[in-house]
């Protein structure tokens, strides 16, 4: 015992960056790809797929929740106590619309209000509700995103930044984290990007999102991004890494990799960001360690983790990407070898 406890000890040493970093996997497809007849096999063995991903040392679940289905709250209350059980933490990721929200799409719900006093009250009241609904669930969330990939705002047109300016965007992103404060002090609120790696998208929103009376620095805990490698050349990993250490340099706030991937196929035309890299479950592995290399850089020890966007999404592979498939299982269900991203 004396002598593993010691291997160990130095194991966790060596990587004392890595031990306390966030290994994530977005599963949010996981229970709607079951109810389709989907099921994932590691080494021959038919599991759940969460408890391979545990198994392979990713401990962090990202849930996405829509305002209507098929990523309604009650399908994510279900999907978080499993991972909870997998022994997963639990970062949900609210569209606050009732479908894809993304840097071009921040539609507001139906059924919520059209102006900005009614919509501040209805964020907070929502985000309130669900925040208490995982909590007395017994599945807390431990890292809440208050929307996704919000460059221009979110709630269009009204938080829409490139229409109304910040002030929108800024005082509802404030009502959301105030109800997030309110209803689970514990929970980790994050904003989130996409294009990390872009220092001028990054230093536009950042500069001009903290406003006094609205949103304020002390209000967010991490700043999450999206870094994918085939949305433009310019996403590399040293682009990435002097972005970063300029908005910690600015914020001092802890680093999120909310969402990335790496193909293992991808047609010739698409041109990816780091060619080094091989197309294969070597290339994802080095991609993603290339990443944490890059987080490990960062002053402070801001560098959270990293989560890998809808690995399992068979018969779904090119969403969200440029490429054909950035899956870490093959279209069968099995495990590829880079499951073992981390
Ligand atoms: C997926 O991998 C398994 C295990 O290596 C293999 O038996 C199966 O044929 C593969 N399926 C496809 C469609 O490649």
Same mark, same amino acid.
């Given at each position: 015992?004396g002598?593993?406890?010691?291997l160990y000890a130095?194991?966790a /040493?060596i990587?004392?960056s890595l031990a306390?970093?966030?290994?994530g996997?977005d599963?949010?497809?996981? +229970?709607?790809?079951? #109810?389709?007849g989907i099921?994932?096999s590691d080494?021959?063995?038919t599991k759940p %797929?969460?408890? !391979?991903?545990?198994?392979?040392? %990713?401990?962090l679940a990202?849930?996405r929740i829509?305002t209507?289905g098929?990523?309604?709250?009650s ?9 909870q059980?997998?022994g997963?933490k639990?970062?949900?990721d609210l569209?606050?619309?009732d479908?894809w929200a993304d840097p071009?799409?921040?539609?507001? +719900?139906?059924?919520?209000p ?5 919509l =501040?009250t209805?964020?907070y009241t ?6 208490s609904?995982?909590? $007395?669930q017994g599945?807390?969330?431990d890292?809440?995103?208050v929307?996704n990939?919000?460059n221009d705002?979110?709630?269009w047109?009204?938080?829409?930044i490139?229409?109304?300016g910040f002030?929108?965007?800024?005082? @509802?992103l404030?009502s959301a984290?105030?109800a ?5 002090p514990a929970?980790? &609120?994050?904003v989130?990007?996409?294009?990390g790696?872009?220092a001028?998208?990054? =230093?536009?929103?950042? *500069?001009?999102i903290?406003?006094p009376?609205? @949103? $304020?620095e002390?209000d967010?805990?991490? /700043?999450?991004?999206?870094?994918y +490698?085939?949305?433009g ?5 040293s682009a990435?890494?002097?972005?970063l250490?300029?908005? !910690? ?8 990799v909310?969402? &990335?991937?790496w193909? /293992?196929s991808? #047609?010739?035309s ?5 060619p ?7 290339g994802?592995?080095?991609w993603?360690?290339? !990443?944490e290399?890059?987080l490990?850089g960062?002053s402070?020890?801001?560098?959270l983790?990293?989560v ?7 018969g779904n ?6 490429c *054909?498939?950035?899956?870490l299982? =093959? $279209? #069968?269900?099995s495990?590829r070898?880079?499951?073992n991203? /981390?």
């Amino acid at each position: 015992m004396g002598f593993l406890h010691l291997l160990y000890a130095t194991f966790a /040493f060596i990587n004392g960056s890595l031990a306390h970093s966030l290994n994530g996997a977005d599963i949010s497809s996981l +229970p709607l790809l079951e #109810s389709q007849g989907i099921s994932y096999s590691d080494g021959g063995i038919t599991k759940p %797929f969460e408890i !391979i991903l545990a198994e392979h040392g %990713f401990n962090l679940a990202r849930i996405r929740i829509w305002t209507a289905g098929p990523y309604t709250q009650s399908y994510a209350l279900a999907l978080a106590k499993r991972a909870q059980t997998a022994g997963m933490k639990i970062l949900v990721d609210l569209h606050y619309s009732d479908t894809w929200a993304d840097p071009g799409h921040q539609a507001i +719900p139906a059924y919520w209000p059209t102006d900005l006093s009614g919509l =501040n009250t209805q964020i907070y009241t929502y985000t309130r509700d669900l925040a208490s609904a995982f909590s $007395s669930q017994g599945t807390p969330i431990d890292y809440i995103q208050v929307g996704n990939e919000i460059n221009d705002g979110l709630l269009w047109p009204i938080g829409q930044i490139s229409v109304n300016g910040f002030q929108g965007a800024s005082e @509802l992103l404030h009502s959301a984290i105030s109800a997030v404060r309110k209803a689970s002090p514990a929970t980790k &609120t994050v904003v989130h990007i996409a294009n990390g790696w872009d220092a001028s998208d990054v =230093n536009f929103f950042f *500069s001009g999102i903290f406003i006094p009376g609205a @949103l $304020s620095e002390n209000d967010v805990d991490i /700043f999450g991004f999206s870094f994918y +490698p085939f949305y433009g050349t310019g996403a590399t990993l040293s682009a990435l890494s002097s972005s970063l250490k300029g908005v !910690i340099s600015t914020y001092d706030k802890d680093i999120l990799v909310a969402e &990335t991937d790496w193909p /293992f196929s991808c #047609s010739s035309s698409v041109a990816l960001s780091e060619p080094s890299i091989p197309l294969s479950a070597a290339g994802q592995q080095t991609w993603v360690r290339d !990443i944490e290399d890059v987080l490990a850089g960062l002053s402070n020890g801001h560098g959270l983790g990293i989560v890998y966007w809808e690995p399992g999404w068979i018969g779904n592979a090119a969403l969200g990407s440029s490429c *054909s498939d950035a899956l870490l299982v =093959n $279209s #069968s269900g099995s495990t590829r070898s880079s499951i073992n991203l /981390f």
